[in-house]
C-alpha cells in the first residue's frame, strides 16, 4: 500500500520566492532520486501557496528523504519564510495518485499545521481558500539506466 504526503506551504512575503525556488530545484532533484518514491505532483497555488503530493513506499522510506540532504536543510527556512504551513499522511489502496481534491480535503479534515514563528490567521484551524488546481506538475522518479 502506497504511503501519501501531502504538504502545502505559503510564504508570507513574496521577497523569500527566490530562496524558496533555489531550494525548491535541490530538493526536487533529491526526491526524485529518493530510494521508495513513487511519483507525485507539485502545485503553484494562488497567494504564493505551494502545495507537494507524494507517493512512496513506506513512511519510513519518506522519512529518510525528508530528514536528509536539500530537504532537510530547508526546512528551518520555512519557518521564519511561510505563515501557512501544514501536512497529512496516508495509506492509501491501488497506485494511483489521489486526485488533488482529495488531498485538499484530507489536508482540511486530517492535517495538521505545522510549527512556524510568524503563523497567519488561517494557519492554526487550516481555513485556507481551496486550492486553485490548474496549475500542477507531474513528479517522477529519476529511473536508473
Not at 526546512?75 to 499522511?89: L, T
Amino acid at each position: 500500500m502506497p504511503f501519501v504526503s501531502v504538504t502545502r506551504l505559503r510564504l508570507r512575503s513574496p521577497r523569500f520566492l527566490p530562496g524558496f525556488m533555489w531550494h525548491n530545484t535541490r530538493t526536487l532533484a533529491q526526491v526524485k532520486a529518493a530510494a521508495g518514491f513513487r511519483g507525485g505532483s507539485l502545485l503553484a497555488d494562488r497567494g504564493w501557496a505551494f502545495w507537494t503530493l507524494t507517493a512512496w513506499d513506506s513512511l519510513e522510506a519518506m522519512r529518510a528523504y525528508m530528514t536528509t540532504g536539500p530537504h532537510r536543510a530547508a526546512m528551518p527556512r520555512f519557518v521564519d519564510w511561510c505563515d501557512e504551513g501544514s501536512v497529512v499522511h496516508w495509506e492509501q489502496e491501488g497506485d494511483a495518485l489521489p486526485a488533488w481534491a482529495e488531498a485538499n480535503r484530507r489536508m482540511r479534515s486530517e492535517g495538521r499545521p505545522s510549527k512556524l514563528r510568524h503563523p497567519g490567521p488561517h494557519h492554526a484551524d487550516l481555513s485556507f481558500r481551496p486550492a486553485r488546481t490548474t496549475i500542477t506538475g507531474p513528479l517522477r522518479p529519476k529511473r536508473a539506466g
